[in-house]
């Protein structure tokens, strides 16, 4: 199991990403311990940044550091697609392929449950088509407003699915 650099398309994020944890690491380590190329770009309101996006199996990953290539006082922040179906899964090979543990991180994210937050649109029959399932609340509402504000003839609605609620 490796990290796999990936395009900046293959990342096909659809809403807003969601922080899975900071690694306590420079950018530059990252890019010299695991052959990872950074792109730098400006940022207004944050200056210098520093992304690349990876592959752990189906699991997709962004690695931003918007602070200094060498420093690792901040850390490298690691974010999941919003549609991520196992956010614990992808921890665990985040840990596994890079052969780091917990300790090594700060700022993980509380709930590693699978996406309860369903997309679904109604059709002119009243029929319900799930879409897309999403971490965050805010996530899928983006989404479907997305569709509503193309003008497309269903209706568009968010439920939670998870089983406590």
Same mark, same amino acid.
């Given at each position: ?13 659809i ?10 690491c ?6 010299e311990k ?5 792109n ?6 944050l ?7 990876v592959?752990?199996?189906?699991c ?6 918007c ?9 490298v ?11 614990e899964?992808?921890? *665990?090979?985040l @840990?596994?392929?890079?052969? +780091? &543990?917990s /300790? ?10 699978k ?37 497309? *003839?269903?209706? @568009?609605?968010?439920?939670? +699915? &998870?089983s /406590?609620?």
């Amino acid at each position: 199991m490796q990290l796999i650099q990936i395009d900046s398309n293959e990342w096909n994020e659809i809403s807003s990403s969601v922080l899975l944890c900071v690694i306590q690491c420079s950018v530059q380590e990252l890019e010299e311990k695991y052959d990872l190329n950074f792109n730098e770009y400006v940022e207004d309101g944050l200056g210098t940044c520093f992304s690349c996006y990876v592959k752990i199996n189906e699991c997709f990953y962004s690695f931003l550091d918007c602070f200094s290539k060498e420093s690792k006082d901040i850390g490298v922040s690691v974010y999941i697609r919003s549609f991520e179906s196992n956010p614990e899964s992808c921890l *665990n090979l985040l @840990y596994s392929a890079m052969d +780091i &543990s917990s /300790n090594d991180l700060t700022d993980v994210k509380d709930n590693l449950s699978k996406p309860s937050w369903l997309v679904y649109r109604v059709d002119d029959n009243g029929n319900e088509i799930d879409m897309q399932c999403f971490l965050e609340e805010h996530s899928a509402l983006a989404y479907a407003k997305g569709f509503e504000l193309k003008k497309h *003839n269903q209706s @568009y609605f968010v439920r939670n +699915i &998870s089983s /406590n609620k």
